[in-house]
């Protein structure tokens, strides 16, 4: 998708005041913030997270500005999942303290994205280090087999 496309998918009401000259990850590329870097090459740089959950959090993002995944070139996105994949395998031989590894990334304000370039987060995890996830009040009720069916309709015919 364009990104005049992806106007018509979002509401951009909660990241108008957002724009590229004042987005923190352009900064971090341009040189004008400093960065821990793990990796990096043409479409993307992965760095350390100045407010980590635990040591060793990464966060790997395009260079090309992108507000939500669907500005992201679908190339894109694919490789900052692959240079994810190279990182949590890379965490887990470090000496860095990992029993386990999460990815996640947030599109969007209601999903809890509040830099407003997609960014992903890799980082470690291990027993008793205070992070957890918090499912919602309806999480243990399961849908109707209609509902799931109706839902993967209306999603794969967007595909």
């Known amino acids: 998708m364009t990104p005049s496309s992806s106007d018509q998918v979002y509401n951009r009401s909660q990241a108008q ?23 990096e090459d043409e479409l993307v740089s992965a760095f350390m997270d100045i ?9 790997i993002i ?30 887990r031989r470090s ?3 990992c029993e386990g590894v999460n990815m996640f990334l947030a599109d969007g304000e209601a999903a809890g994205q509040d830099v407003f370039h997609v ?13 957890g996830l918090r499912f919602g009040p309806e999480y243990g009720n399961k849908p109707a087999r209609e509902e799931l069916d109706d839902a993967a309709e209306q999603i794969g015919s967007q595909l």
């Open 119 to 131: 960014h992903l987060h890799v980082f470690p995890r291990f027993v008793g280090d205070g992070f």
């Open 95 to 97: 000496d860095v303290k």
């Open 62 to 91: 395009p260079k090309q500005h992108a507000m939500f995944l669907a500005d992201l070139h679908e190339e894109t996105g694919g490789h900052i999942f692959r240079i994810a994949h190279r990182i949590a395998i890379a965490l």
């Open 51 to 59: 407010q980590p959950v635990n040591p060793g959090h990464v966060l």
């Open 17 to 39: 005041r957002y724009t590229m000259s004042s987005c923190v990850f352009c900064d971090i590329l341009a040189g004008d913030l400093p960065s821990s870097v793990v990796f």
